[in-house]
C-alpha cells in the first residue's frame, strides 16, 4: 500500500468561489487543492486531486484509486444519486472518507440520504474547505490496510 490520498470531487465543484457562495463559500476549488495539498504534505500523503462533472469519471477515479491508502471523496450530487459511485467505492476496498462543504443534514430533505455513507468509512460535513482536512486526517489516524 502507498501514502497516497485520492482527493476526489464530483459536479459542479469546479464553479467554487462562484456557486452559491452562501451555501459553499468563497474558496474556489484551487482554494481547496492547496489546502489539501499543503496538509496531506504535513501528513506525509502524496495527493492525487481530481474533478469530473461526469458519473462515469468519477467511478473510474474512484478504481485508480485502488491500493491507496485512502479516497476523500466529495460525490457531491452523485452522493444522493448514484448506486454506481456506491458501487465503485465498495469494490476498491480502500479507505473512503465522504465530505461535504456544506452540512447537508439542514439543507433540501433530498440531500439527507447518502448512497455512499454506508460503504464509508466516515461522513465529514458542514466545515467549508475543513472538512477535506478533517477527512485527511481521519485517514492518518487509520491504521493502513495490509
Given at each position: 500500500?502507498?501514502?497516497?490520498?485520492?482527493?476526489?470531487?464530483?459536479p459542479n465543484l469546479n464553479l467554487l468561489g462562484t456557486r452559491e457562495p452562501g451555501i459553499y463559500g468563497a474558496a474556489t476549488l484551487a482554494d481547496v487543492e492547496a489546502l489539501c495539498r499543503a496538509e496531506g504534505t504535513a501528513l506525509g500523503f502524496e495527493i492525487v486531486f481530481r474533478q469530473t462533472n461526469s458519473?462515469?469519471?468519477?467511478?473510474?477515479?474512484i478504481q485508480q484509486a485502488r491500493g491507496a491508502r485512502g479516497?476523500?471523496?466529495n460525490a457531491a450530487a452523485?452522493?444522493?444519486?448514484?448506486?454506481?459511485?456506491?458501487?465503485?467505492v465498495a469494490?476498491?476496498?480502500?479507505p473512503t472518507i465522504e465530505v461535504h462543504l456544506s452540512n447537508v443534514f439542514a439543507r433540501e430533505?433530498?440531500?439527507h440520504h447518502s448512497y455512499l455513507s454506508p460503504v464509508a468509512?466516515?461522513?465529514?460535513?458542514?466545515?467549508?474547505?475543513?472538512?477535506?482536512?478533517l477527512g485527511l486526517h481521519a485517514l492518518a489516524g487509520l491504521p493502513p490496510a495490509p
Open positions: 500500500m502507498s501514502d497516497t490520498v485520492h482527493v476526489l470531487n464530483g458519473e462515469g469519471a468519477l467511478v473510474d477515479f479516497i476523500v471523496l452523485y452522493t444522493h444519486t448514484s448506486v454506481a459511485v456506491r458501487d465503485a469494490a476498491v476496498g480502500v430533505a433530498f440531500r468509512r466516515g461522513v465529514i460535513c458542514g466545515f467549508g474547505p475543513q472538512s477535506y482536512v
